[in-house]
Each structure stands twice: as C-alpha cells, then as structure tokens.
C-alpha cells in the first residue's frame, strides 16, 4: 500500500512538473517587453493633443526654455493696427461724434448737411451753393438702405507709411461745373418750312433756266422763265379791264363835271359801268397773283399821261421779268406769255430737272431750294426719359466723326412714341449761319437738364457701391497730426451728375473733406472684413 502511495505522489508530481513547464513566464517580465511601444504611443498620443490645441504650431526654442507662457505681440490680426490702439477693439479710444441715425430728407445717414458739425473739416464747415433737393429730385438717384449699419465703422491704418504701401491717393471734395444730362442720336435735317420743291403753275415752255445745283440764290431772284399760253391770255384780260376801267372812269368824271345839266339816269349807268370795269379789272389783276405776277396799285396812275393801247401792252409783256434776265432772253423775243419763277427765300438750289426748250406741266417738278442757315437736329429720345424734356433746354451735339460741334434749344417734343423704336422725337433748332453743318448728317446729342457751376464733385475713384449703399472714405480731420489714429470714415453719398473722371455728391461730402480715390478698394476690402466680425481678435 506504501508502494501505492509513494508511485502516487510521484505521478502526481510529474504532472505538477509537466504543468510549470508549459505555463508563460511571469507576467511583469511580460510588460516590461512591451514598454517600449507603449512610451511611442503616448508620445504619439501627447504630440496630438498639443497640435490640436496649437493649431500645429511648433513653439519657438526660446519659449520652451521660460517657464512662463508667451507674451502676445502688440498687433491686432483683424485690423491690422497696434492691439494698443486699435479703435475698434478699445472703442475708448475712437473720438466721439455724436448720432442722428438715417435723414429721410437726404438718403444718407449721419447726413453732414443737416448737422455739419459731423463734417470732417475744421470748423466752421462750407455748405452747398445751391439747391441740393431739387437736384434730388430732378432725375431717379441712387438710394441708400436705411438699415445698414456699414457707415458706423471706421477703417484704422497703422500708421501715415501703410497709406504708401497701400498705393492710397486722396484729393479734397471741391466745387466746380456739373451738368445732368440725357444723351440721344438723331440726324441733322433741313427745315421743311424752308424747302421749296418749285414748279410752274402752269404748262408751258422753258425759255431761261438761270440756275444750276449748288448755286446760292436769293430772296426773289428769277430761277426760270417759262412761254405759257395761259399767262398771255391773263394779260389780256387785265389789258382789256385796264382799258374798260380808264374809259368808264374818264365818262364818269365827265358827267359828274357836267353838274345839274346831266340827268340823274344817266350819272347812275355810268357809276354802275365805272364799278363793273372795276371789278373786272380786280379779276384780272387776281388772276395775275394767282400766277405770281404781282400787278402794283400804282403801275398806271392818273395823274400821269394816260397811256396808249401799245404802251400798256408793252408794260404787261415784261411784268416781272427783270433787266437780267431780259439780258439773257433770246434775242427778238415778242411773246407776251413770260412767266418768271422766282425763289421764295434765299438758299441754294439742290436739285435741277429742268432744260431750256423744255416742255413742262403744272405736275413738273424743277427745282429744289433749301435755305441751310437753320436746320434741325431730329433727336430720338427713350421712351422713359422724355418725360424730362421740355421746350427751351439747351442742346449741344457733334457729328458722328468728331468734325463739328454745335448747339441749339429744343424746340418740339413729340407727343407720340414711335412704334418702331420706341423712342420720342425731339425737336432741336440749329443755327448754321456758318454753313458747316450741313443736312443728313448724324449726330450724338446732349440735353441738359440742369447746369450747375459750383457742385460738390469728387473723383470717380472714390465712389463706391457696398451692397445696397453708395459711400465714400472720408479722411478723419486729425489724420494727419502725429499720435492721433489714422482713421477712415464711411460714409453714405447720393451721387448726382458725372462728367470725366468726376461725380457730384448731392448729399454726404461737403467742400473741404478730404476722400480717399485710388486705392480706395483696400479700404472697402478692409471695412467688409471687419463688419464680418470676431469673437475676440485682441486683448482688451
């Protein structure tokens, strides 16, 4: 039993041997191998955490040596200024203005003409020399959003370099001529009153033709001369009233001499004969005009000689006709039927379709004069703008190459839109006494609307649209001494006329204020950076 016992124990501790020799070492041994991974991770881990929380920024050598944190330097990332005195970020250090909030009357906030205490000027500030609100008033203009709250801010340079580096020009808000203008093309053109297309009233033949096109002629010069039977037989008739009309009036004057001796009858026949000569011979002589042969009240008078058959005929065949032109007649001429055409008012002649020896009719037409003094420039107008033309506005234009310059008044508006293009005619006299203008050409025109020779102007440059505003930089009035800020102002403007390279500012600038022009982005760049905001961009 021994035996088994002692062959137990021994199995036993075999298998206890067996069982320590397959377990693992001990367990510290075990992590003291895994040591070295572990520290990597944790550097790792450390190397994160600091990068997250420094945004990856190595911290300089010297910093790690101190035992303190930092010192921040004395700059203001957002605004570009000394943290120490940027006047945004320590609004204590911002001169104070006082606040009015938007001027309805005006469009602008803060408005400088209602309270020019707030002018950027030494005191005491100049206002406008003229009527800013019917300026306002007279043609749509930019408006401003009452709402916005850009004008509250102001743009800080670091110092009178930076307005170097920025390439940042400046020039002072002054007077000077301004004008409101529409602008309109159109065509200069003859006065159709002083066009005359002439023709003869009735059929004949061209016996003279004394002008050709491009001749000048004047007022009542003879043009032509034309053989119409008509004219011929109108003599007559006027030679016989005229002869009718002496006998009757010789008989009356004879009875009427005879006194109480004449009896009553025949003094009457006779009054009544004497009136029917004259009429007729009123018929006649109308007859006459009516061919533009004026027949004078005093060709015949009585107190002359009276004068024979022959002698009245002879005076009838030339009625008319002036010595030049007898002059220029053929030679022998014996007909009685000459009619002259005569130009009715001085000019030259355009056109010529005539020919001596030519037959022509009352339809003919011969020739063309146009008096080119005073033409008129035919400007078309857009249907939205005419409502601001009005009779007697001046006009200045130039031809479409540049050769002439001109100016005149307008004389008609058009009541009508034409259904083509929309526009409205307007009407404008040209006085072309020098002759240099001459009809068809094409022109550019301006109509001003209002000329005004001291507004307040500055340069383009300046001008700008921030959304739903228009401001300007104004330059603070201390900008200049040393030690002060050197701050810009926003501020709104209502812009009026431009001309070149400079706008009016009907309200937000006055004379004297020194705006910001070239460069000026980089102050609006700066602004809408700023009006983005931050939630802390440097110490207070």
Known sequence: M??????????????????????????????????????????????????????????????????????????????????????????????????????????????????????????PPKLPAYDVLAALALLPRPTNNSRSTLHQDVVQLASL?????????????????MEDVLQAHGRLLFDPTRVAHLSSPVSGTLLLVRKKPGDMVAAGETLLVLDAAAVGQAKGRLLDAMVQRRLWQTNLQRLQAAGAAVAARSLREAETAFQEAEIAFTKARQELLNLALHVPADMFPADQPEPSPEQLAERLRWLGIDPDCRAELPTGLQSTNLLPLRAPFAGVVLSADAMAGEVVSAASGLLTVADPRVLWLELHVRQEQAGYVRPGQPVRFETDDGSEHARGEVAWVSPAVDVRTRTVEVRVVVDNAAGRLRANMYAHGEIVLRHESRAVVVPRAALHAAGDIQLVFVRGRDFLREGTPKLFYPRQVRPGAERGEYVEILA?????????????????????????????????
């Not at 910093?63 to 990332?77: Q, S």
């Not at 004297?512 to 440097?538: K, P």
């Open 2 to 123: 021994a035996l088994a016992q002692s062959s137990s124990v021994s199995s036993a501790q075999v298998r206890d041997a067996a069982t320590t020799a397959r377990r693992p070492p001990w367990r510290p041994l075990r992590l003291l191998g895994m040591l070295p991974n572990l520290i990597v991770f944790g550097l790792l881990a450390a190397l994160f955490y600091y990068g997250h929380h420094h945004e990856w920024k190595l911290p300089r050598f010297s910093t790690l040596l101190n035992h303190g944190p930092p010192p921040k330097p004395d700059w203001c990332e957002e605004h570009l200024v000394p943290s120490s005195q940027c006047v945004i970020c320590r609004p204590q250090l911002r001169p104070k203005l006082p606040t009015f909030g938007f001027c309805r009357k005006h469009g602008v906030a803060e408005c400088v003409l209602c309270h020019p205490e707030l002018a950027q000027v030494e005191p």
């Open 161 to 177: 370099e930076t307005v170097e580096k920025l390439g940042l020009e400046v020039d002072v808000a002054h007077e000077r001529p």
């Open 508 to 540: 937000g600038v006055l004379p004297g204020e020194v705006v910001a022009t070239v460069g000026s982005n980089a102050l609006l760049g700066q602004l809408l950076r700023g009006n983005l905001g931050a939630d802390e961009c440097c110490p207070q």
